[in-house]
Protein backbone atom coordinates (compact mmCIF):
# COMPACT_ATOMS: atom_id res chain seq x y z
CA UNK A 1 0.00 0.00 0.00
CA UNK A 2 2.58 2.61 -0.63
CA UNK A 3 1.55 6.39 -1.40
CA UNK A 4 2.03 9.84 -0.28
CA UNK A 5 0.75 8.38 3.61
CA UNK A 6 2.62 5.70 3.22
CA UNK A 7 5.63 5.36 6.35
CA UNK A 8 6.50 1.68 5.85
CA UNK A 9 10.40 1.01 5.86
CA UNK A 10 12.35 -1.61 4.05
CA UNK A 11 12.10 -5.09 5.85
CA UNK A 12 8.64 -4.14 7.46
CA UNK A 13 6.13 -7.30 7.68
CA UNK A 14 2.83 -5.76 6.21
CA UNK A 15 -0.13 -6.79 7.72
CA UNK A 16 -3.50 -6.93 5.93
CA UNK A 17 -6.51 -5.10 8.10
CA UNK A 18 -8.49 -6.51 9.76
CA UNK A 19 -5.60 -8.34 11.76
CA UNK A 20 -8.18 -10.14 13.30
CA UNK A 21 -10.54 -12.08 12.10
CA UNK A 22 -12.20 -13.86 14.95
CA UNK A 23 -16.34 -13.30 14.56
CA UNK A 24 -15.98 -12.28 18.49
CA UNK A 25 -13.20 -9.51 18.11
CA UNK A 26 -15.13 -5.84 18.90
CA UNK A 27 -14.10 -3.85 15.66
CA UNK A 28 -12.52 -0.31 16.78
CA UNK A 29 -15.50 1.91 16.01
CA UNK A 30 -15.75 5.71 17.74
CA UNK A 31 -18.97 5.44 19.59
CA UNK A 32 -19.72 9.00 20.57
CA UNK A 33 -23.26 8.42 21.73
CA UNK A 34 -21.99 9.16 25.27
CA UNK A 35 -21.75 12.74 24.60
CA UNK A 36 -25.64 12.54 24.28
CA UNK A 37 -25.94 11.77 27.76
CA UNK A 38 -22.96 14.42 28.76
CA UNK A 39 -24.57 17.20 27.28
CA UNK A 40 -27.71 16.53 28.44
CA UNK A 41 -26.56 16.12 32.05
CA UNK A 42 -24.75 19.75 31.55
CA UNK A 43 -27.79 21.09 30.14
CA UNK A 44 -29.66 20.24 33.27
CA UNK A 45 -27.32 20.81 35.55
CA UNK A 46 -26.78 24.30 34.69
CA UNK A 47 -30.19 25.01 33.97
CA UNK A 48 -32.13 23.09 36.35
CA UNK A 49 -29.87 21.16 39.67
CA UNK A 50 -27.98 23.59 40.24
CA UNK A 51 -29.85 27.03 39.43
CA UNK A 52 -32.22 25.69 41.87
CA UNK A 53 -29.61 24.85 44.48
CA UNK A 54 -29.52 29.07 44.05
CA UNK A 55 -32.88 29.85 44.51
CA UNK A 56 -33.82 27.60 46.98
CA UNK A 57 -32.54 29.05 49.56
CA UNK A 58 -33.08 32.98 48.53
CA UNK A 59 -36.43 32.14 48.31
CA UNK A 60 -36.51 30.31 52.04
CA UNK A 61 -35.84 33.54 53.42
CA UNK A 62 -38.00 35.86 51.17
CA UNK A 63 -35.18 37.45 49.60
CA UNK A 64 -36.46 36.32 46.17
CA UNK A 65 -40.37 35.28 45.51
CA UNK A 66 -41.33 31.56 45.70
CA UNK A 67 -41.37 30.82 49.52
CA UNK A 68 -44.41 29.06 49.83
CA UNK A 69 -42.94 26.78 46.82
CA UNK A 70 -39.79 25.84 48.56
CA UNK A 71 -40.41 21.86 49.55
CA UNK A 72 -41.20 21.45 45.85
CA UNK A 73 -38.37 23.45 44.57
CA UNK A 74 -36.53 21.30 46.63
CA UNK A 75 -37.07 17.58 45.55
CA UNK A 76 -36.90 19.19 41.72
CA UNK A 77 -33.72 20.06 42.67
CA UNK A 78 -32.69 16.61 44.11
CA UNK A 79 -34.10 14.84 41.30
CA UNK A 80 -32.64 17.48 38.72
CA UNK A 81 -29.34 16.26 40.23
CA UNK A 82 -29.49 12.76 40.79
CA UNK A 83 -31.19 11.44 37.97
CA UNK A 84 -30.06 14.41 35.35
CA UNK A 85 -26.58 15.47 36.60
CA UNK A 86 -25.22 12.19 38.15
CA UNK A 87 -27.62 9.57 36.94
CA UNK A 88 -27.00 10.81 33.23
CA UNK A 89 -23.44 11.31 33.59
CA UNK A 90 -22.93 7.69 35.33
CA UNK A 91 -25.43 5.95 32.99
CA UNK A 92 -23.54 7.66 30.30
CA UNK A 93 -19.76 6.45 30.83
CA UNK A 94 -21.09 3.55 32.20
CA UNK A 95 -22.62 2.50 28.70
CA UNK A 96 -19.69 3.60 27.33
CA UNK A 97 -17.29 1.96 29.82
CA UNK A 98 -18.09 -1.20 31.05
CA UNK A 99 -18.26 -2.93 27.55
CA UNK A 100 -15.10 -2.21 26.82
CA UNK A 101 -14.24 -3.47 30.36
CA UNK A 102 -15.54 -6.07 29.79
CA UNK A 103 -14.50 -6.94 26.65
CA UNK A 104 -17.62 -6.55 24.97
CA UNK A 105 -18.94 -5.35 21.77
CA UNK A 106 -20.10 -1.50 22.19
CA UNK A 107 -23.77 -0.68 22.72
CA UNK A 108 -25.52 0.59 19.41
CA UNK A 109 -27.40 3.93 19.47
CA UNK A 110 -30.35 2.62 18.48
CA UNK A 111 -29.98 1.41 22.01
CA UNK A 112 -28.28 5.00 23.73
CA UNK A 113 -30.44 7.08 22.34
CA UNK A 114 -34.11 5.82 23.13
CA UNK A 115 -32.48 5.72 26.91
CA UNK A 116 -30.84 8.80 27.04
CA UNK A 117 -34.17 10.61 25.38
CA UNK A 118 -36.27 8.95 28.16
CA UNK A 119 -34.02 9.37 31.45
CA UNK A 120 -33.18 12.98 30.18
CA UNK A 121 -37.02 14.11 29.00
CA UNK A 122 -38.50 12.43 32.30
CA UNK A 123 -36.01 14.46 34.54
CA UNK A 124 -36.59 17.62 32.81
CA UNK A 125 -40.49 17.48 33.04
CA UNK A 126 -40.46 16.10 36.06
CA UNK A 127 -38.37 19.47 37.45
CA UNK A 128 -40.11 22.23 35.24
CA UNK A 129 -43.36 20.40 36.64
CA UNK A 130 -43.68 19.99 40.10
CA UNK A 131 -42.52 23.00 41.80
CA UNK A 132 -45.52 25.04 40.06
CA UNK A 133 -48.25 22.77 39.12
CA UNK A 134 -51.56 22.28 41.57
CA UNK A 135 -53.88 20.12 40.50
CA UNK A 136 -54.55 16.74 38.71
CA UNK A 137 -53.14 17.66 35.39
CA UNK A 138 -50.00 18.29 37.37
CA UNK A 139 -50.09 15.07 39.05
CA UNK A 140 -50.95 13.34 35.76
CA UNK A 141 -48.15 14.57 33.99
CA UNK A 142 -45.91 13.73 37.02
CA UNK A 143 -46.95 9.82 36.75
CA UNK A 144 -46.12 10.03 33.40
CA UNK A 145 -42.98 11.41 33.86
CA UNK A 146 -42.05 9.08 36.11
CA UNK A 147 -43.10 5.95 34.33
CA UNK A 148 -41.40 7.06 31.36
CA UNK A 149 -37.87 7.88 33.53
CA UNK A 150 -38.74 4.44 35.52
CA UNK A 151 -38.52 2.64 32.00
CA UNK A 152 -35.42 4.49 31.05
CA UNK A 153 -33.50 3.14 33.94
CA UNK A 154 -34.68 -0.62 33.71
CA UNK A 155 -33.32 0.25 30.17
CA UNK A 156 -30.01 0.45 31.33
CA UNK A 157 -29.84 -1.79 33.93
CA UNK A 158 -31.13 -4.48 31.60
CA UNK A 159 -28.15 -3.63 29.07
CA UNK A 160 -25.63 -3.14 31.87
CA UNK A 161 -26.27 -6.50 33.21
CA UNK A 162 -26.51 -8.19 30.04
CA UNK A 163 -23.02 -6.67 29.17
CA UNK A 164 -21.81 -7.60 32.86
CA UNK A 165 -22.81 -11.18 32.62
CA UNK A 166 -21.00 -12.20 29.53
CA UNK A 167 -17.64 -10.24 31.51
CA UNK A 168 -14.39 -12.21 29.77
CA UNK A 169 -12.73 -12.32 33.24
CA UNK A 170 -14.64 -12.44 36.41
CA UNK A 171 -14.07 -11.43 39.66
CA UNK A 172 -12.42 -7.48 39.69
CA UNK A 173 -13.42 -4.86 41.36
CA UNK A 174 -14.98 -2.81 39.01
CA UNK A 175 -17.21 -5.81 38.19
CA UNK A 176 -18.78 -6.14 41.66
CA UNK A 177 -19.20 -2.53 42.46
CA UNK A 178 -20.64 -2.40 38.68
CA UNK A 179 -23.32 -5.55 39.55
CA UNK A 180 -24.02 -3.72 42.93
CA UNK A 181 -24.84 -0.13 40.90
CA UNK A 182 -26.83 -1.86 38.28
CA UNK A 183 -29.04 -3.97 40.66
CA UNK A 184 -29.68 -0.46 42.45
CA UNK A 185 -30.60 0.90 38.75
CA UNK A 186 -33.17 -1.76 38.61
CA UNK A 187 -34.75 -0.98 42.05
CA UNK A 188 -34.47 2.74 41.55
CA UNK A 189 -36.43 2.25 38.05
CA UNK A 190 -39.59 1.05 40.55
CA UNK A 191 -39.44 3.72 43.02
CA UNK A 192 -38.98 6.34 40.33
CA UNK A 193 -42.16 5.57 38.80
CA UNK A 194 -43.86 4.89 42.13
CA UNK A 195 -43.04 8.25 44.00
CA UNK A 196 -45.17 10.02 41.60
CA UNK A 197 -48.46 7.82 42.11
CA UNK A 198 -47.64 8.73 46.24
CA UNK A 199 -47.04 12.50 45.52
CA UNK A 200 -50.43 12.43 43.94
CA UNK A 201 -52.36 11.45 47.17
CA UNK A 202 -49.99 14.34 49.02
CA UNK A 203 -50.33 17.66 47.20
CA UNK A 204 -47.63 16.75 44.50
CA UNK A 205 -44.56 15.81 47.14
CA UNK A 206 -43.23 12.61 47.38
CA UNK A 207 -43.77 11.91 51.22
CA UNK A 208 -40.23 12.69 53.44
CA UNK A 209 -39.42 9.32 54.46
CA UNK A 210 -39.76 7.92 50.89
CA UNK A 211 -38.21 11.04 49.36
CA UNK A 212 -35.31 10.69 51.95
CA UNK A 213 -34.76 7.24 51.35
CA UNK A 214 -35.13 6.99 47.81
CA UNK A 215 -32.68 10.06 47.53
CA UNK A 216 -29.84 7.73 50.39
CA UNK A 217 -30.36 4.91 47.71
CA UNK A 218 -29.80 6.61 44.44
CA UNK A 219 -26.87 8.69 45.50
CA UNK A 220 -24.87 6.28 47.42
CA UNK A 221 -26.13 2.83 45.63
CA UNK A 222 -26.85 3.68 42.09
CA UNK A 223 -24.22 6.40 41.16
CA UNK A 224 -21.99 6.04 44.32
CA UNK A 225 -21.49 1.87 43.38
CA UNK A 226 -20.41 2.95 39.73
CA UNK A 227 -18.06 6.27 41.48
CA UNK A 228 -16.22 3.46 43.25
CA UNK A 229 -16.13 0.86 40.94
CA UNK A 230 -14.46 3.21 37.53
CA UNK A 231 -12.11 4.64 40.11
CA UNK A 232 -10.99 1.07 40.87
CA UNK A 233 -9.89 -0.16 37.79
CA UNK A 234 -8.01 2.89 36.99
CA UNK A 235 -7.06 5.97 39.36
CA UNK A 236 -4.93 4.09 41.67
CA UNK A 237 -3.16 3.52 38.69
CA UNK A 238 -2.95 6.86 37.68
CA UNK A 239 -1.04 7.62 41.45
CA UNK A 240 1.39 4.46 40.86
CA UNK A 241 -0.54 2.19 42.72
CA UNK A 242 -1.93 -1.46 41.98
CA UNK A 243 -5.32 -1.65 41.85
CA UNK A 244 -7.04 -2.75 44.84
CA UNK A 245 -7.75 -6.55 44.90
CA UNK A 246 -10.85 -8.31 45.03
CA UNK A 247 -10.49 -10.32 48.44
CA UNK A 248 -9.40 -6.95 49.84
CA UNK A 249 -12.43 -5.02 48.01
CA UNK A 250 -15.06 -7.00 49.15
CA UNK A 251 -16.23 -6.54 53.02
CA UNK A 252 -16.53 -2.83 52.71
CA UNK A 253 -18.50 -3.32 49.53
CA UNK A 254 -20.79 -5.57 51.13
CA UNK A 255 -20.80 -3.26 54.55
CA UNK A 256 -21.82 -0.52 51.93
CA UNK A 257 -24.21 -2.41 49.96
CA UNK A 258 -26.03 -3.96 52.94
CA UNK A 259 -26.13 -0.52 54.57
CA UNK A 260 -28.32 0.80 51.61
CA UNK A 261 -30.61 -2.02 51.90
CA UNK A 262 -31.16 -1.29 55.08
CA UNK A 263 -32.05 2.00 54.78
CA UNK A 264 -34.33 0.91 51.97
CA UNK A 265 -36.02 -2.02 54.50
CA UNK A 266 -36.68 0.95 56.67
CA UNK A 267 -39.63 1.31 54.45
CA UNK A 268 -41.44 -1.75 55.02
CA UNK A 269 -44.52 -1.02 57.78
CA UNK A 270 -42.45 -1.41 60.71
CA UNK A 271 -42.72 0.36 64.09
CA UNK A 272 -41.54 3.58 64.15
CA UNK A 273 -38.56 2.87 66.50
CA UNK A 274 -37.63 0.22 64.46
CA UNK A 275 -37.92 1.72 61.14
CA UNK A 276 -35.65 4.77 62.47
CA UNK A 277 -33.31 2.34 64.09
CA UNK A 278 -32.94 0.34 60.88
CA UNK A 279 -32.38 3.93 58.89
CA UNK A 280 -29.94 5.15 61.35
CA UNK A 281 -27.85 1.31 61.06
CA UNK A 282 -28.14 1.54 57.57
CA UNK A 283 -26.31 5.33 57.05
CA UNK A 284 -23.79 4.35 59.76
CA UNK A 285 -22.49 1.26 57.86
CA UNK A 286 -22.72 2.87 54.54
CA UNK A 287 -21.02 6.15 55.82
CA UNK A 288 -18.20 3.65 57.65
CA UNK A 289 -17.50 1.57 54.43
CA UNK A 290 -17.19 5.39 53.01
CA UNK A 291 -14.15 6.24 54.67
CA UNK A 292 -12.35 2.60 54.04
CA UNK A 293 -13.80 2.80 49.52
CA UNK A 294 -12.27 6.43 49.67
CA UNK A 295 -8.50 5.55 49.78
CA UNK A 296 -8.76 1.89 48.37
CA UNK A 297 -10.58 2.93 45.29
CA UNK A 298 -9.43 6.19 44.82
CA UNK A 299 -7.08 8.14 46.18
CA UNK A 300 -6.31 10.71 49.08
CA UNK A 301 -3.19 12.21 48.94
CA UNK A 302 -0.32 11.54 46.37
CA UNK A 303 1.12 12.75 42.58
CA UNK A 304 -0.61 11.11 39.50
CA UNK A 305 3.10 10.67 38.32
CA UNK A 306 1.99 8.06 36.11
CA UNK A 307 -0.55 10.80 34.10
CA UNK A 308 0.59 13.13 30.96
CA UNK A 309 2.16 15.88 32.54
CA UNK A 310 -1.25 18.56 31.06
CA UNK A 311 -3.46 15.70 32.85
CA UNK A 312 -2.18 16.00 36.26
CA UNK A 313 -3.96 18.69 36.94
CA UNK A 314 -7.58 17.42 36.67
CA UNK A 315 -5.87 14.52 39.41
CA UNK A 316 -6.58 17.35 41.94
CA UNK A 317 -10.73 16.57 41.73
CA UNK A 318 -10.04 13.08 42.19
CA UNK A 319 -8.23 13.65 45.76
CA UNK A 320 -10.38 16.32 46.60
CA UNK A 321 -13.62 14.37 46.20
CA UNK A 322 -12.48 11.23 47.97
CA UNK A 323 -11.72 13.59 50.81
CA UNK A 324 -14.93 15.42 50.17
CA UNK A 325 -16.48 10.87 50.04
CA UNK A 326 -14.70 10.81 53.63
CA UNK A 327 -16.44 13.88 54.93
CA UNK A 328 -19.58 12.65 53.78
CA UNK A 329 -18.57 9.44 55.60
CA UNK A 330 -18.20 10.50 58.89
CA UNK A 331 -20.97 12.86 58.78
CA UNK A 332 -23.32 9.68 57.82
CA UNK A 333 -21.44 7.69 60.74
CA UNK A 334 -22.41 10.22 63.04
CA UNK A 335 -26.24 10.59 61.86
CA UNK A 336 -26.60 7.11 61.35
CA UNK A 337 -25.44 6.15 65.16
CA UNK A 338 -27.78 9.07 66.68
CA UNK A 339 -30.78 8.18 64.35
CA UNK A 340 -29.95 4.59 65.88
CA UNK A 341 -29.91 5.32 69.61
CA UNK A 342 -32.75 8.12 69.76
CA UNK A 343 -34.98 5.37 67.42
CA UNK A 344 -36.44 8.46 65.74
CA UNK A 345 -35.37 10.76 62.66
CA UNK A 346 -33.09 13.01 63.79
CA UNK A 347 -29.68 14.94 63.04
CA UNK A 348 -31.33 16.86 59.65
CA UNK A 349 -28.57 19.23 59.92
CA UNK A 350 -25.89 16.15 59.39
CA UNK A 351 -27.74 14.44 56.83
CA UNK A 352 -27.95 17.61 54.50
CA UNK A 353 -24.18 17.54 55.03
CA UNK A 354 -23.40 14.21 54.48
CA UNK A 355 -25.98 14.40 51.13
CA UNK A 356 -23.87 17.72 49.52
CA UNK A 357 -20.25 16.18 50.91
CA UNK A 358 -21.42 13.30 48.25
CA UNK A 359 -23.27 15.27 46.19
CA UNK A 360 -21.07 18.18 45.37
CA UNK A 361 -17.82 16.90 46.39
CA UNK A 362 -17.85 12.89 45.51
CA UNK A 363 -19.89 12.60 42.72
CA UNK A 364 -19.43 16.19 41.32
CA UNK A 365 -15.58 16.67 41.55
CA UNK A 366 -15.16 12.75 40.63
CA UNK A 367 -17.37 13.64 37.50
CA UNK A 368 -15.35 16.74 36.71
CA UNK A 369 -12.29 15.23 37.45
CA UNK A 370 -12.74 11.88 35.50
CA UNK A 371 -14.53 13.18 32.20
CA UNK A 372 -10.87 14.98 31.92
CA UNK A 373 -9.20 12.32 32.33
CA UNK A 374 -11.00 9.49 30.74
CA UNK A 375 -13.40 11.05 28.16
CA UNK A 376 -12.32 10.60 24.69
CA UNK A 377 -13.57 14.02 24.05
CA UNK A 378 -10.47 15.55 26.24
CA UNK A 379 -8.22 13.12 24.59
CA UNK A 380 -6.46 15.86 22.35
CA UNK A 381 -6.08 18.02 24.95
CA UNK A 382 -5.12 15.79 27.51
CA UNK A 383 -1.94 15.85 24.90
CA UNK A 384 -1.62 19.33 24.47
CA UNK A 385 1.99 20.54 26.16
CA UNK A 386 1.01 23.52 27.34
CA UNK A 387 -0.40 24.42 31.21
CA UNK A 388 -3.89 24.39 31.59
CA UNK A 389 -5.19 28.00 30.96
CA UNK A 390 -7.38 30.05 34.32
CA UNK A 391 -10.91 29.01 33.04
CA UNK A 392 -9.59 25.54 32.95
CA UNK A 393 -8.11 26.41 36.58
CA UNK A 394 -11.22 28.13 38.10
CA UNK A 395 -13.63 24.96 38.26
CA UNK A 396 -11.55 23.15 40.69
CA UNK A 397 -11.04 26.09 43.07
CA UNK A 398 -15.17 27.28 42.65
CA UNK A 399 -16.24 23.77 43.29
CA UNK A 400 -13.91 23.37 46.67
CA UNK A 401 -15.42 26.97 47.53
CA UNK A 402 -18.78 25.76 47.09
CA UNK A 403 -17.99 22.19 48.62
CA UNK A 404 -16.62 23.66 52.11
CA UNK A 405 -19.81 26.02 51.77
CA UNK A 406 -22.50 23.95 51.38
CA UNK A 407 -21.16 21.02 54.16
CA UNK A 408 -19.97 23.66 55.99
CA UNK A 409 -23.73 25.48 56.15
CA UNK A 410 -25.05 22.35 56.95
CA UNK A 411 -23.51 21.19 59.78
CA UNK A 412 -23.48 24.65 61.93
CA UNK A 413 -27.54 25.17 60.42
CA UNK A 414 -29.18 24.27 63.73
CA UNK A 415 -26.82 27.51 65.57
CA UNK A 416 -27.00 29.97 62.96
CA UNK A 417 -28.32 32.98 61.42
CA UNK A 418 -30.97 31.73 59.29
CA UNK A 419 -30.32 34.73 57.09
CA UNK A 420 -26.55 34.44 56.55
CA UNK A 421 -26.94 30.54 56.08
CA UNK A 422 -29.20 30.52 53.75
CA UNK A 423 -27.48 33.34 51.34
CA UNK A 424 -23.83 31.54 52.26
CA UNK A 425 -25.75 28.25 50.40
CA UNK A 426 -26.86 30.35 47.68
CA UNK A 427 -23.23 31.28 47.61
CA UNK A 428 -21.92 28.10 47.18
CA UNK A 429 -24.85 27.12 44.87
CA UNK A 430 -23.36 30.13 42.49
CA UNK A 431 -20.22 29.17 42.83
CA UNK A 432 -20.85 25.46 41.74
CA UNK A 433 -23.04 26.59 38.90
CA UNK A 434 -20.35 28.88 37.93
CA UNK A 435 -17.83 26.16 37.96
CA UNK A 436 -20.28 23.80 36.10
CA UNK A 437 -20.94 26.21 33.07
CA UNK A 438 -17.15 26.83 32.82
CA UNK A 439 -16.79 23.09 32.29
CA UNK A 440 -19.84 22.57 29.90
CA UNK A 441 -17.73 25.53 27.67
CA UNK A 442 -14.80 23.51 28.17
CA UNK A 443 -17.00 20.43 26.59
CA UNK A 444 -18.14 22.53 24.03
CA UNK A 445 -15.07 23.95 22.88
CA UNK A 446 -13.76 20.26 23.32
CA UNK A 447 -16.47 18.61 21.08
CA UNK A 448 -15.66 21.00 18.41
CA UNK A 449 -12.06 20.68 18.10
CA UNK A 450 -12.59 17.28 18.04
CA UNK A 451 -12.77 17.00 13.87
CA UNK A 452 -9.68 18.95 13.51
CA UNK A 453 -7.60 17.66 16.26
CA UNK A 454 -8.18 14.00 14.49
CA UNK A 455 -7.01 15.63 10.62
CA UNK A 456 -4.08 16.74 12.47
CA UNK A 457 -3.31 13.57 14.11
CA UNK A 458 -4.13 11.69 11.23
CA UNK A 459 -1.54 14.20 8.96
C1 LIG B 1 -23.43 23.89 45.85
C2 LIG B 1 -24.41 23.27 45.25
C3 LIG B 1 -25.70 22.92 45.94
C4 LIG B 1 -26.47 23.70 46.75
C5 LIG B 1 -26.26 25.15 47.13
C6 LIG B 1 -27.60 22.88 47.17
C7 LIG B 1 -28.64 23.33 47.96
C8 LIG B 1 -29.65 22.54 48.48
C9 LIG B 1 -30.68 22.98 49.35
C10 LIG B 1 -30.86 24.41 49.86
C11 LIG B 1 -31.45 21.90 49.65
C12 LIG B 1 -32.67 21.88 50.58
C13 LIG B 1 -32.16 21.43 51.95
C14 LIG B 1 -33.26 21.33 52.99
O1 LIG B 1 -34.14 22.16 53.01
O2 LIG B 1 -33.18 20.40 53.80
C15 LIG B 1 -30.90 20.77 48.96
C16 LIG B 1 -31.41 19.48 49.01
C17 LIG B 1 -30.91 18.43 48.28
N1 LIG B 1 -29.81 18.44 47.46
FE1 LIG B 1 -28.65 20.03 47.05
N2 LIG B 1 -27.48 21.64 46.61
C18 LIG B 1 -26.33 21.62 45.84
C19 LIG B 1 -25.85 20.55 45.10
C20 LIG B 1 -26.38 19.29 45.10
C21 LIG B 1 -25.87 18.18 44.35
C22 LIG B 1 -24.66 18.24 43.41
C23 LIG B 1 -26.66 17.11 44.63
C24 LIG B 1 -26.58 15.69 44.11
C25 LIG B 1 -25.78 15.25 43.18
C26 LIG B 1 -27.69 17.56 45.54
C27 LIG B 1 -28.68 16.76 46.05
C28 LIG B 1 -29.66 17.19 46.94
C29 LIG B 1 -30.70 16.33 47.42
C30 LIG B 1 -30.89 14.85 47.08
C31 LIG B 1 -31.50 17.10 48.27
C32 LIG B 1 -32.75 16.65 49.03
C33 LIG B 1 -33.91 16.77 48.09
C34 LIG B 1 -35.19 16.25 48.69
O3 LIG B 1 -35.43 16.55 49.89
O4 LIG B 1 -35.94 15.61 47.97
N3 LIG B 1 -27.50 18.89 45.79
N4 LIG B 1 -29.81 21.19 48.25
Known amino acids: MAGAGDRSRKGDIALAPPTVKSPETVPAVEDRTYLAFMVSALVIAVGLGFAFAIVIPLAAVDAIPGASRVPWLTQAHGWAQLQGWAGLFVAGMGIRIIPRFAGRRPIGRSITLPLVTALAGSVIIRSVVQPWARGSWGDEVLVAAGAVGGLGMLGVAAVLAVTLARTRRRGNPWELFAWAGTAWWAVWAIFTAVAPIRAADNFGLTPGVLDDAMTWMVLLGAVGNFVWGVQSRSVPVFFGRKPPKARVIIAPLVLYNSGIVLVMLSLA ?69 HTFAEGSIVSFHLRDAARHAFGVGLVTML ?93
Not at 415 to 435: C, E
Open 269 to 337: EWAPATSARLEGAGLALAGFASLVLAPLCGSIWGQAHRLRPRARSASRFVIAGNIAGMTGGVLLLVAGI
Open 367 to 459: ILGMAQLIAPVFAMSRAEDRGPSLPERLPFWLLIGAVVLRVGAGIVRETSDMDLLHHTIALAGTMAWLALLLFAIAVAQAIRREPQMKALLAG
